[in-house]
Structure formats: structure tokens, C-alpha cells
């Protein structure tokens, strides 16, 4: 027992679980009213679209890069499902798969022409933006009706956002972490060399890995739609903070293709519900993103701890 | 004779961002017919001043290696610019005493900063982040959503010029002059590049690592809260979104500027030319009547353009 849990290996892979029961178990303190089924799909709604945002996030992470434009990106999907999708859902799905193809683009130029993925995501955003607000200066849009229904579906016990994080954790969990083809496309961010030198393209797994981030910025679009039935381009500006802030906590790493599917899901409902507590707190809402900012601090500290003990 | 002129010009990358700005103006005009060719440039001198500013910053720690950059200059700006107006509460005797405050506030930032990514081992994008996160949160507590003026002094100083040439442009590029001469020559300048060409390299070389990082992060926090004071002068008053437009401006005039995102090389004058051509290509744009969303689109494009024709570096991680 005491092995057990001195074993700081597994403590660090826990810590991500951990952060999210004591984060629950507070609210339940703080608001017993919380506790129920109504409750907490109320709280945890927009976990959805944040997790789907941070696996994409994850994708990019997982090859040593970073993706400075899924906000940006995610609000586009949303204009673009809530502008066609209801009435043309051909062109709408179209020019869906176009968004996923352009990060696939994107992917490519960055491995083609070595650069820096921090500067090219951030040009992207704009250019994500931009599309965004020509396509729809004010907000409006419609979400279609079977997306609606889906994001407000109602399964009688579990609260319907528990079920989607799991069903999605599980996904990716398998294909990326259980899968061959997961194994070199996490090698492409853990020794690229090695994989190039095993006879894989790395280019391709960038491309693959790049095209995942974009079908799940799709995903997070139409999931948020569906929540809002509304479109705005802005809409999701605060998911790239979001997104890598939850791949951080679900215990990913920057460098060497070190992530977890299953954690960075944890981390985005953390993050999610992280703004349901500080409302009960009654933080002041000035404090709140300062908050937000605090608890990753915190995180990431424990973290550190638990690292540095285990180097000794 | 030509191959030395092309090989220098491949040594000096950061002309290109000048070419740019130039090429840029010159359409501008074109279009109006030569209207407006100076209130053009003198808008653009005063604007750039800001991402030059910021931007200096942000190469030097950019130019401490792979990895490292201030997400939190935004969000220093505009804490830094409420402190100082707050401060000076619309008085010209309290300007130093505001101006003091602000870069104690910035130093307090680049500070916690560097302790975030050395004590707690958080890499420095998500350290300057969550920083900024806090920041910008002290900024909105601390702002109350009031718009305090700037005092008399230090708005004639920031909206001056002499013949068109802005009072800050001028000391800007005093400023940058420096900043070029302690890059280039300063054993601080040759010990952050040494660092961020192999960290581990400079170590064993007796170059102070840890100290020279602390310096740039604090120094970048510190030069974000000039940038505050004098946004905040130049605009009439402080705004809780202030200090946005830096977190792309502040990275964009870097790398178009020439300096290395892997680290250990800087180019100051590139600031310049990249800044300019960043305000003077919106001023295009909008000459031209473009719509705020084609105005974000070239822009991105743009960037991402100058970048991969510029062409990637072997990385050295």
C-alpha cells in the first residue's frame, strides 16, 4: 500500500485524475445542488467542445508543434455549420473537409520548409478569422437540427457530456496510444529520426497528425454549435489557451511526443468546470481568468514536485 | 563583385522587411495619388515605436533559445499602462513617480516569470501564459473599466513631432541603437545568443546561464511596461484591451525582422523594417478599402508568406 503510493511514477500519470476529483469534490462541498444529474450537465455542457478543441491541440503537441489558431479555427467551423449546414448541408459538409485539408496544408509547409510552428499557426489564426467574419460579420447562423438534438441529447442516470468524454477519450486512446501507426505517429515528436530512419515518412505522419487536429477542430465546432445554435467567428477565441492549457494539465508534454489522450480530456473538464467553482466561490468575475491562470500554476507546481522526487 | 553583394545581402535578411515597407508605402500612394505620403509615414513611425519596442523584448528572449518567448507582453502592457495612469492621476508632477511605478510592476512580472520557468520548471510558453492570465486579471481589478487621462506632459510628449518625425520615434531608435550595440558587442548580447545557440555549451563556457536569462525576462516585462506608458499617453487613457494587438505583433516583427526562432541570433534593425511594414500593410489595406475581414486574411497570409520564403533553419534540438 505504501508502495503504492509512494510510486511517483504512477502518482504523476494519476495527477490529472486526481486535480479533477479534488476540483469536484470541492464544488460538491461548496454547492451540494451541483450533485445531480441536471447539475452537472449543466457544468460541464461546454467540457464537450474544450476537450475535442484539446485533443486536436493535443495532435499538434504530440509532433513538437504548437497550434496557436484552433480558436480561431474552431469559430470558423461554427460560422460555417451555422451559415450552411442547416440549408446546404453539401456545400456545408465540403467546405468543412476543406477547413481539415488546409491543416493538412499546413502540416505539410511547416515540415517542408522547417518552420516554426508558433509563427505559422499564428498567421493562420488570422487567416481563420478573417474567413470567419467575411462570412458572417455579426453573429447569427443556425444549428442544424439533428446537432442540436445530438448535444442535447438526455440518457436517463449519467449526465449526457460524461458520456461523450468518454466514449471520445476512449477513441483516441486506442488509435493513438494502442494502436501501430499511433506508435509512429507519436515517434515523429519522440525521435524523429528514428522513425525516419524505420523507413516512415515524416511528412505523412505530419500530415496525418496535422489532418487529425483539423477533424477534431471541426469536431469541436459543430459540438459547440450544437450547444449555442448560434454562430459567431469569435466565439472560441479562448480555446487556444484552453486547449494547450488542457493538454499541460492531462499530464502532455512540449517536447518528445509524450501526451495522453485520457488526461488531456481530464484537463479539459477541468478546465471547464475550474469556472463553474470560481462562480461558486463567488470570485469576483475580474479574478476569474487570473484564477484559471493560478490553478494551472498549481498544477503544473505539484507536477514539478513529483517529478523532481522521482529524478532523486 | 555580385556574388559579395549577394552574400551579404543573404548575411543582412532583415533588408527584406524594409524593401517590404517601402514597396508597401509606395502602393499606398500610388493609389491616392501621392496624397496623404507624409501623414502616412509619420503614423506609421509613431505605431511602430510600440511593437518596437515590445518586439526588442521579445527577441531577446526569443534569441535565449528553442522554446522560450513572452506570451504575457500583452497583458504586462496594459497592467503597466493602468498602473502608470493610475499613478500619475492626470498630474504632471506625479509622471516620474508613475513611470517608476509601472516598471517596477513590469520588473515584479518578468520576475515571477523567470521563477515560474526556472523553479517550477514550466516551460515558458505556458508559464508567460498562465502569468498573463493573472496579470490581466490584476489589470481589470485594479482598472475598475475607468478611463483615467494621461497627465498634460506626458500626452504633448507622446503625440509630438518635429517635422513629422514623432518625439518617441526618434528616441526609439536612440533606443534601438543601443539595444543593437549591446547585442552585438555587450558580453550580455554574445552570452544570450551563446545560450540560446546550446545552452549547455555557454554553461561550461562560465556564462552566467541562469542570471543572463533572468535579466532578459525581466527586461522584457520591463520594456512591455514603456510600451504600456506610452500606448497608454499616445491613446488617451488606458484600455483593458490595450495591449491585444501585441501578442502577434510582438512575435511577428521578430521573425520577419530576421532573427532566429530557434534561438541564438538576433537582428534589431529588422524590428524596424517589419514593424513599419506591418502598420504600413494595414494602412494599405484599409486605403484600398478592404474589408476587416480580407484586412486579417492578407495579413496572415502575409506573414506566413514572408516566413516560408525566408525559408526554415536546421534547428538545432
Redesign the interface.
Given at each position: 500500500m505504501t508502495a503504492l503510493l509512494l510510486n511517483r511514477d504512477l502518482l504523476r500519470r494519476a495527477l490529472p485524475a486526481i486535480t479533477l476529483a479534488v476540483l469536484l469534490v470541492a464544488i460538491f462541498i461548496k454547492q451540494p445542488l451541483a450533485m445531480s444529474q441536471f447539475g452537472l450537465t449543466l457544468m460541464l455542457q461546454y467540457a464537450v467542445p474544450i476537450a475535442l478543441a484539446t485533443l486536436a491541440q493535443m495532435f499538434v503537441i504530440a509532433v513538437n508543434d504548437?497550434d496557436l489558431s484552433i480558436g480561431s479555427f474552431v469559430g470558423l467551423t461554427t460560422c460555417i455549420a451555422g451559415l450552411y449546414l442547416p440549408t446546404e448541408p453539401l456545400l456545408g459538409a465540403l467546405l468543412l473537409l476543406l477547413c481539415i485539408a488546409a491543416y493538412v496544408a499546413m502540416g505539410a509547409?511547416i515540415h517542408l520548409?522547417?518552420?516554426?510552428s508558433?509563427?505559422?499557426t499564428?498567421?493562420?489564426?488570422?487567416?481563420w478569422?478573417?474567413?470567419?467574419?467575411?462570412l458572417l460579420?455579426t453573429p447569427g447562423g443556425k444549428a442544424p437540427e439533428w446537432l442540436h438534438g445530438l448535444m442535447n441529447l438526455k440518457v436517463p442516470g449519467v449526465p449526457f457530456p460524461i458520456i461523450a468524454a468518454i466514449v471520445i477519450a476512449a477513441v483516441v486512446q486506442i488509435g493513438l496510444m494502442h494502436s501501430s501507426y499511433g506508435v509512429v505517429l507519436r515517434g515523429t515528436g519522440g525521435n524523429p529520426k528514428a522513425v525516419a530512419r524505420a523507413g516512415w515518412s515524416l511528412l505523412k505522419t505530419k500530415m496525418v497528425m496535422f489532418g487529425l487536429a483539423g477533424s477534431f477542430g471541426v469536431l469541436s465546432g459543430l459540438s459547440l454549435i450544437g450547444l449555442t445554435s448560434a454562430a459567431d467567428a469569435h466565439i472560441a477565441d479562448r480555446y487556444t489557451?484552453y486547449s494547450?492549457?488542457g493538454v499541460?494539465l492531462g499530464g502532455g508534454e512540449?517536447?518528445g511526443g509524450r501526451v495522453s489522450p485520457v488526461g488531456a480530456v481530464l484537463g479539459a473538464i477541468t478546465l471547464a468546470l475550474a469556472a463553474s467553482f470560481l462562480i461558486f466561490l463567488r470570485i469576483?468575475p475580474?479574478?476569474?481568468?487570473?484564477?484559471?491562470?493560478?490553478i494551472?500554476?498549481i498544477v503544473?507546481?505539484l507536477r514539478?514536485a513529483i517529478?523532481?522526487g522521482s529524478a532523486r | 563583385m555580385n556574388a559579395t553583394m549577394l552574400r551579404k545581402l543573404h548575411q543582412t535578411p532583415w533588408i527584406w522587411s524594409f524593401v517590404g515597407a517601402v514597396a508597401v508605402w509606395l502602393a499606398t500612394i500610388a493609389f491616392t495619388e501621392g496624397q496623404g505620403a507624409g501623414a502616412i509615414v509619420t503614423a506609421a513611425l509613431s505605431f511602430a515605436c510600440f511593437t518596437v519596442i515590445v518586439g526588442t523584448g521579445q527577441m531577446l528572449v526569443i534569441t535565449t533559445g528553442p522554446g522560450n518567448v513572452d506570451l504575457s507582453i500583452p497583458a504586462t502592457i496594459t497592467l503597466c499602462g493602468t498602473v502608470a495612469m493610475k499613478v500619475m492621476n492626470e498630474q504632471d508632477s506625479l509622471l516620474i513617480l508613475g513611470i517608476v511605478a509601472a516598471l517596477a510592476a513590469g520588473a515584479v512580472v518578468g520576475a515571477l516569470n523567470y521563477g515560474l520557468i526556472r523553479f517550477l520548471r514550466i516551460p515558458p510558453i505556458i508559464a508567460t501564459l498562465s502569468m498573463s492570465f493573472l496579470v490581466q486579471s490584476s489589470a481589470i481589478a485594479y482598472n475598475r473599466g475607468l478611463r483615467i487621462k494621461p497627465p498634460p506632459a506626458l500626452d504633448a510628449f507622446t503625440t509630438g513631432d518635429t517635422f513629422g518625425v514623432p518625439w518617441i520615434a526618434i528616441l526609439t531608435v536612440l533606443f534601438s541603437v543601443v539595444v543593437g550595440i549591446i547585442v552585438g558587442r555587450s558580453y550580455y548580447g554574445r552570452a544570450i545568443s551563446a545560450i540560446g545557440q546550446n545552452s549547455r555549451a555557454a554553461w561550461l563556457a562560465n556564462i552566467p546561464v541562469e542570471r543572463f536569462r533572468f535579466l532578459t525576462y525581466v527586461a522584457s516585462a520591463m520594456l512591455s511596461a514603456i510600451c504600456g506608458i506610452l500606448l497608454a499617453g499616445f491613446s488617451g487613457g488606458p484600455a483593458l484591451d490595450m495591449g491585444s494587438e501585441y501578442l502577434l505583433g510582438s512575435i511577428a516583427v521578430v521573425v520577419i525582422g530576421g532573427t532566429s526562432v530557434a534561438g541564438g541570433r538576433a537582428s534589431v534593425p529588422g524590428i524596424w523594417g517589419a514593424a513599419l511594414f506591418m502598420f504600413l500593410l494595414v494602412t494599405m489595406l484599409n486605403t484600398f478599402g478592404a474589408s476587416a475581414g480580407i484586412r486579417l486574411v492578407a495579413t496572415g497570409l502575409i506573414i506566413i508568406a514572408v516566413i516560408a520564403i525566408a525559408g526554415g533553419e536546421r534547428e538545432s534540438r
Amino acid at each position: 500500500m505504501t508502495a503504492l503510493l509512494l510510486n511517483r511514477d504512477l502518482l504523476r500519470r494519476a495527477l490529472p485524475a486526481i486535480t479533477l476529483a479534488v476540483l469536484l469534490v470541492a464544488i460538491f462541498i461548496k454547492q451540494p445542488l451541483a450533485m445531480s444529474q441536471f447539475g452537472l450537465t449543466l457544468m460541464l455542457q461546454y467540457a464537450v467542445p474544450i476537450a475535442l478543441a484539446t485533443l486536436a491541440q493535443m495532435f499538434v503537441i504530440a509532433v513538437n508543434d504548437l497550434d496557436l489558431s484552433i480558436g480561431s479555427f474552431v469559430g470558423l467551423t461554427t460560422c460555417i455549420a451555422g451559415l450552411y449546414l442547416p440549408t446546404e448541408p453539401l456545400l456545408g459538409a465540403l467546405l468543412l473537409l476543406l477547413c481539415i485539408a488546409a491543416y493538412v496544408a499546413m502540416g505539410a509547409l511547416i515540415h517542408l520548409r522547417n518552420l516554426p510552428s508558433i509563427v505559422v499557426t499564428l498567421g493562420m489564426s488570422f487567416v481563420w478569422l478573417g474567413i470567419a467574419v467575411l462570412l458572417l460579420p455579426t453573429p447569427g447562423g443556425k444549428a442544424p437540427e439533428w446537432l442540436h438534438g445530438l448535444m442535447n441529447l438526455k440518457v436517463p442516470g449519467v449526465p449526457f457530456p460524461i458520456i461523450a468524454a468518454i466514449v471520445i477519450a476512449a477513441v483516441v486512446q486506442i488509435g493513438l496510444m494502442h494502436s501501430s501507426y499511433g506508435v509512429v505517429l507519436r515517434g515523429t515528436g519522440g525521435n524523429p529520426k528514428a522513425v525516419a530512419r524505420a523507413g516512415w515518412s515524416l511528412l505523412k505522419t505530419k500530415m496525418v497528425m496535422f489532418g487529425l487536429a483539423g477533424s477534431f477542430g471541426v469536431l469541436s465546432g459543430l459540438s459547440l454549435i450544437g450547444l449555442t445554435s448560434a454562430a459567431d467567428a469569435h466565439i472560441a477565441d479562448r480555446y487556444t489557451l484552453y486547449s494547450i492549457a488542457g493538454v499541460i494539465l492531462g499530464g502532455g508534454e512540449f517536447i518528445g511526443g509524450r501526451v495522453s489522450p485520457v488526461g488531456a480530456v481530464l484537463g479539459a473538464i477541468t478546465l471547464a468546470l475550474a469556472a463553474s467553482f470560481l462562480i461558486f466561490l463567488r470570485i469576483s468575475p475580474d479574478w476569474q481568468i487570473g484564477a484559471q491562470g493560478a490553478i494551472l500554476i498549481i498544477v503544473l507546481a505539484l507536477r514539478a514536485a513529483i517529478t523532481r522526487g522521482s529524478a532523486r | 563583385m555580385n556574388a559579395t553583394m549577394l552574400r551579404k545581402l543573404h548575411q543582412t535578411p532583415w533588408i527584406w522587411s524594409f524593401v517590404g515597407a517601402v514597396a508597401v508605402w509606395l502602393a499606398t500612394i500610388a493609389f491616392t495619388e501621392g496624397q496623404g505620403a507624409g501623414a502616412i509615414v509619420t503614423a506609421a513611425l509613431s505605431f511602430a515605436c510600440f511593437t518596437v519596442i515590445v518586439g526588442t523584448g521579445q527577441m531577446l528572449v526569443i534569441t535565449t533559445g528553442p522554446g522560450n518567448v513572452d506570451l504575457s507582453i500583452p497583458a504586462t502592457i496594459t497592467l503597466c499602462g493602468t498602473v502608470a495612469m493610475k499613478v500619475m492621476n492626470e498630474q504632471d508632477s506625479l509622471l516620474i513617480l508613475g513611470i517608476v511605478a509601472a516598471l517596477a510592476a513590469g520588473a515584479v512580472v518578468g520576475a515571477l516569470n523567470y521563477g515560474l520557468i526556472r523553479f517550477l520548471r514550466i516551460p515558458p510558453i505556458i508559464a508567460t501564459l498562465s502569468m498573463s492570465f493573472l496579470v490581466q486579471s490584476s489589470a481589470i481589478a485594479y482598472n475598475r473599466g475607468l478611463r483615467i487621462k494621461p497627465p498634460p506632459a506626458l500626452d504633448a510628449f507622446t503625440t509630438g513631432d518635429t517635422f513629422g518625425v514623432p518625439w518617441i520615434a526618434i528616441l526609439t531608435v536612440l533606443f534601438s541603437v543601443v539595444v543593437g550595440i549591446i547585442v552585438g558587442r555587450s558580453y550580455y548580447g554574445r552570452a544570450i545568443s551563446a545560450i540560446g545557440q546550446n545552452s549547455r555549451a555557454a554553461w561550461l563556457a562560465n556564462i552566467p546561464v541562469e542570471r543572463f536569462r533572468f535579466l532578459t525576462y525581466v527586461a522584457s516585462a520591463m520594456l512591455s511596461a514603456i510600451c504600456g506608458i506610452l500606448l497608454a499617453g499616445f491613446s488617451g487613457g488606458p484600455a483593458l484591451d490595450m495591449g491585444s494587438e501585441y501578442l502577434l505583433g510582438s512575435i511577428a516583427v521578430v521573425v520577419i525582422g530576421g532573427t532566429s526562432v530557434a534561438g541564438g541570433r538576433a537582428s534589431v534593425p529588422g524590428i524596424w523594417g517589419a514593424a513599419l511594414f506591418m502598420f504600413l500593410l494595414v494602412t494599405m489595406l484599409n486605403t484600398f478599402g478592404a474589408s476587416a475581414g480580407i484586412r486579417l486574411v492578407a495579413t496572415g497570409l502575409i506573414i506566413i508568406a514572408v516566413i516560408a520564403i525566408a525559408g526554415g533553419e536546421r534547428e538545432s534540438r
